[in-house]
């Protein structure tokens, strides 16, 4: 379980480092639809809106938690995509 939440965590900041490259325009290569579905999980995150209020202990962030999977699972093959560009940015490699 500590390794599935972990590689979870890494790809949520994967996600998040692509919205932030997209919208500098440093990255260009995201399809509409996944860059669109990445901008609404974040949104949903911080928004008071829930389906169950994350004030009801533990419970409350289960909506929060299969969000955030189905959203990383939908946009897996462009985040693993921007994984590499952003390797060979980060390695010097063009």
Excluded at 11 to 40: M, N
Aim: charge should be negative; include cysteine; proline fraction near 3%.
């Amino acid at each position: 379980m500590k390794n599935f939440l972990l590689e979870m965590w890494q790809e949520f900041k994967l996600a998040i480092l692509l919205i932030i490259d997209c919208t500098r325009g440093t990255y260009h290569e995201v399809p509409l639809d996944t860059y669109a579905s990445l901008l609404i999980m974040i949104v949903y995150l911080l928004s008071s809106i829930d389906v169950i209020p994350d004030i009801i202990p533990i419970v409350g962030y289960i909506d929060d938690f299969f969000m955030i999977k189905f959203v990383l699972f939908f946009a897996k093959n462009d985040l693993e995509k921007y994984s590499l560009w952003r390797n060979k940015q980060e390695s010097g490699v063009v």
